[in-house]
């Protein structure tokens, strides 16, 4: 039997000295005048950001305030799987497994735990209240140590599934994801229906590929190819490297933390609803201890991964294959892709579609209350 082991983060002082001795040395890259964003991460807002990360930013705090959830180590697959295991509070807590992706990390569900684990504290109903388990993915964070083996979406799925079934004791749970937590949770509901009351989605990781033929094709379906048109036209770069050439990008991101932190920002720019302002979403001090939590773990190479799978293996959900779990899908306006609902149907059961007001790819950074309201309505007739 698998017995969960307690765990604190607990950087040593000479990885913190270490990283503040790097940011010393920074070499500066030249900008194209004019440049700021366009051409990627703007050289102004890195100097403020690096600025404050070596002579500001207080790692001690932020481990505090992540020390204060109840974390776990279990030994599975062959690794130490870590995850946060925060208990509801509420009559009957539903369990509930909440995945992250990349370049996220446990961070990302600060603000949203409180308000799955114990919605009456905001003014909700006690009867809502979610038993949640969001661990690092494997390769992630915490669940990463040296040369460990690496793992592909469905491989992820499985080791989640026996975390919560095995280790945890859930023989029923909830899911809910965004990145590729979403396409963790689709494998999930794919490959183990009868343990999942519902799956909760953010991104849809199936049913992006429809039938647009026609002289005319419908608005939104128009709409949704001009976005992926853009999309793999300007924002694909970082998955050919990725998802191509791993090993040569993880030496610079693993043995610079401003090259590390530079090919973070970039995207939580890009993929937030923040009007091109990213401090105006996401808080310096979040976004510098995800990075942080990147680079005292050393995990950057190994999250690069599930890119490389993707790219070189088939997608395990099959052509026609439908997951037949109930869904539900939020829709962020400022999510990177919105596939058109009759192309997600053919693949998910959906239950309930949410058009939300705000937000983005971070979704549970950007709009925690919104989210969670939808998670406890979907879930509330599945319970």
């Not at 950001?49 to 481990?63: H, I, N, S, T």
Request: net charge neutral; charged share 20%; with cysteine.
């Amino acid at each position: 039997m698998t017995v969960p082991r307690p765990f604190k983060i607990q950087v040593p002082v000479a990885t913190l000295s270490d990283l503040r001795e790097r940011l010393t040395r920074v070499r500066w890259p030249d900008e194209i005048p004019g440049g700021e964003w366009t051409y990627g991460a703007d050289l102004a807002t890195m100097k403020d950001l690096v600025a404050y990360w070596r002579d500001g930013f207080d790692w001690r705090a932020q481990e505090t305030a992540l020390n204060a959830w109840p974390q776990f180590t279990a030994p599975l697959a062959g690794i130490d799987v870590h995850y946060v295991h925060a208990p509801g509070v509420g009559p009957s807590p539903m369990p509930l497994l909440i995945s992250h992706g990349w370049p996220g990390s446990i961070v990302e569900f600060q603000q949203i735990l409180p308000r799955l684990t114990d919605p009456a504290k905001f003014g909700g109903d006690p009867r809502d209240a979610f038993t949640v388990v969001a661990p690092s993915l494997p390769g992630y964070g915490f669940s990463f140590k040296p040369n460990q083996a690496r793992f592909g979406l469905k491989a992820i799925a499985d080791v989640f599934a026996t975390l919560m079934t095995e280790v945890l004791g859930y023989p029923r749970f909830a899911a809910q994801g965004g990145d590729w937590g979403a396409f963790v949770t689709t494998c999930l509901g794919a490959f183990h229906p009868d343990k999942l009351a519902g799956i909760h989605l953010t991104l849809l990781a199936a049913g992006r590929d429809g039938d647009a033929t026609g002289p005319t094709p419908p608005d939104d379906v128009r709409t949704y190819l001009d976005e992926l048109k853009q999309w793999e036209r300007e924002e694909t770069g970082y998955q050919w490297i990725q998802g191509t050439r791993p090993q040569t990008l993880a030496y610079g991101l693993t043995d610079s933390p401003v090259g590390l932190l530079a090919w973070i920002l970039e995207k939580f720019r890009a993929w937030t609803d923040c009007g091109g302002d990213v401090l105006r979403r996401i808080p310096r001090d979040v976004l510098l201890t995800n990075v942080t939590i990147y680079w005292v773990t050393g995990a950057i190479n190994s999250s690069f991964w599930p890119y490389y799978w993707r790219r070189h293996e088939p997608w395990p959900i099959g052509k026609g294959q439908r997951i037949a779990v109930p869904t539900a899908y939020a829709s962020f306006p400022k999510e990177i892709l919105h596939p058109p609902r009759a192309w997600a149907e053919k693949v998910y059961d959906i239950r309930r579609w949410t058009t939300m007001k705000a937000g983005g790819h971070f979704a549970a950074l950007e709009e925690p209350a919104a989210l969670a309201a939808d998670i406890a309505e979907f879930f509330r007739p599945l319970r």
